[in-house]
């Protein structure tokens, strides 16, 4: 059994996320995160209410990650560059945060949700979607001037459709022709841009 260490929220967190990148989600347990820590049960349902709170706040731990990257990278751009940079943002989070990326991507937010967790966790839970509508409004205003549904419905294809397709369904996070493959399909979808108004 692993020695007790100091109790650290992000020390069960990162439990958390390795047992869920392991076996799935259902494999996160508070017994199983005590056991990985070395803390007690007690000592973890002091923060975390619960397994679905845990199993949710590593989950946003990681959303916020991802979406943190996703607004370095496009902040330091403008116009089509800035897209470009927030759909190759997977990549840069895999690189940074590679257990994250497993959980981020493997687990929606909408599995999440359940009776047993508090109306503020859930808001949490949800959160994240909003800031990405949030920066693809941005994202659409410095383009087009706009930044109504057709075209967040554009960025969307931008940073959502098109790189779970080239990237992350198929596993080419690290293959250098699947990001100039999204680059270019990213590209071709700004150049046509959202339907009018």
Known sequence: MPRP?????????????????????????????????????????HTFASRAELLARTWIRAAQ???????????????????????DAPVEFARRYPQSTRLFFAVHSTDLTTA?????????????????????????????????????DTLTICLVDLPTAILLDRDRLADPTAREQLRAAVRAVLTVGPAPK
């Open 116 to 152: 047993e967790l508090p109306d503020s966790v859930c808001a949490e839970v949800e959160a994240p979607q909003r800031e990405l509508v949030g920066l693809m409004k941005r994202l659409a205003l410095d383009l087009w001037g706009r930044r109504d549904a057709a075209a967040v």
């Open 65 to 87: 990650r991802f979406l943190a990257v996703q607004d370095e990278l496009s902040g330091a751009h403008t116009g089509v560059d800035a897209v470009i940079a927030a759909a």
């Open 5 to 45: 260490r100091q109790y650290d929220p992000e020390t069960v967190l990162d439990a958390a996320e390795s047992l869920a990148v392991a076996g799935g989600p259902a494999a996160v347990t508070i017994r199983a995160v005590a056991a990985a820590t070395g803390m007690s049960n007690g000592a973890i349902y």
